[in-house]
């Protein structure tokens, strides 16, 4: 079992893959993570107002495709492209001043992309993990940050699936995570181990 040491750690908090594509009844795939949305949002402004910095990650291809790898022959692989409708975040989620963007062409949003730099240069060393999907994005990018000991707090109730993850395997895959990878818990709980912290 992983327990973060929320008084004594630095973090951010990653959302990932809040996409029109994914997330938005509008885009692509129909589905809609409107209850999802509006979990997040109260929890994202908490963590504003507790000086955490929020990053938004983005599941984002090159406009030709060239980057699709495995996904090249898929027609799914045109709704992820930098300049594709779906490609933008949903706009019914809060942003504010001062929260970053950086993208990811697979799954973990630590693998080749520009998200360790901007940890280091944001000095966090903890990753609070919100956004889709959990068997994939999610599970993935807390796997990666494990091997690189960088802790990781699945927020559960700011977290959901995509429309290819079976709805009643979710807590399944929480579940997974919380024996080995990453810590687990609900929003409210990780506010307030974040007003613990030492002031200054």
């Not at 495995?70 to 692989?77: H, I, K, R, S, Y």
């Given at each position: 079992?992983?327990?973060?040491?929320?008084?004594?750690?630095?973090?951010?908090?990653?959302?990932?893959?809040?996409?029109?594509?994914?997330?938005?009844?509008?885009?692509?795939?129909?589905?809609?993570?409107?209850?999802?949305?509006?979990?997040?949002?109260?929890?994202?402004?908490?963590?504003?107002?507790?000086?955490?910095?929020?990053?938004?990650?983005?599941?984002?291809?090159?406009?030709?495709?060239?980057?699709?790898?495995?996904?090249?022959?898929?027609?799914?692989?045109?709704?992820?492209?930098?300049?594709?409708?779906?490609?933008?975040?949903?706009?019914?989620?809060?942003?504010?001043?001062?929260?970053?963007?950086?993208?990811?062409?697979?799954?973990?949003?630590?693998?080749?992309?520009?998200?360790?730099?901007?940890?280091?240069?944001?000095?966090?060393?903890?990753?609070?993990l919100t956004g889709v999907s959990v068997n994939n994005a999610i599970s993935s990018?807390?796997?990666?940050?494990?091997?690189?000991?960088?802790?990781?707090?699945?927020?559960?109730?700011?977290?959901?699936?995509?429309?290819?993850?079976?709805?009643?395997?979710?807590d399944t895959y929480l579940e997974i995570l919380a024996t080995w990878t990453a810590?687990?818990?609900?929003?409210?709980?990780?506010?307030?181990?974040?007003?613990?912290?030492?002031?200054?």
């Amino acid at each position: 079992m992983i327990t973060v040491d929320l008084a004594t750690a630095s973090p951010a908090v990653l959302v990932l893959d809040m996409q029109v594509a994914f997330v938005s009844p509008e885009g692509a795939f129909g589905n809609d993570a409107g209850v999802l949305i509006e979990r997040l949002n109260p929890f994202l402004d908490g963590c504003r107002s507790r000086r955490v910095p929020v990053i938004f990650s983005s599941y984002l291809l090159r406009a030709d495709l060239a980057d699709a790898g495995l996904l090249g022959g898929n027609e799914a692989a045109a709704h992820f492209g930098e300049s594709a409708p779906g490609a933008a975040l949903d706009p019914r989620i809060s942003r504010a001043e001062g929260d970053l963007e950086v993208r990811h062409n697979r799954p973990s949003a630590l693998f080749r992309s520009d998200l360790p730099a901007v940890l280091a240069g944001l000095g966090a060393d903890t990753l609070l993990l919100t956004g889709v999907s959990v068997n994939n994005a999610i599970s993935s990018t807390a796997r990666d940050a494990f091997a690189r000991d960088i802790p990781v707090l699945v927020v559960g109730d700011c977290v959901g699936a995509t429309p290819w993850e079976p709805e009643e395997k979710h807590d399944t895959y929480l579940e997974i995570l919380a024996t080995w990878t990453a810590e687990v818990s609900d929003a409210a709980g990780v506010l307030a181990r974040l007003d613990l912290r030492p002031a200054g």
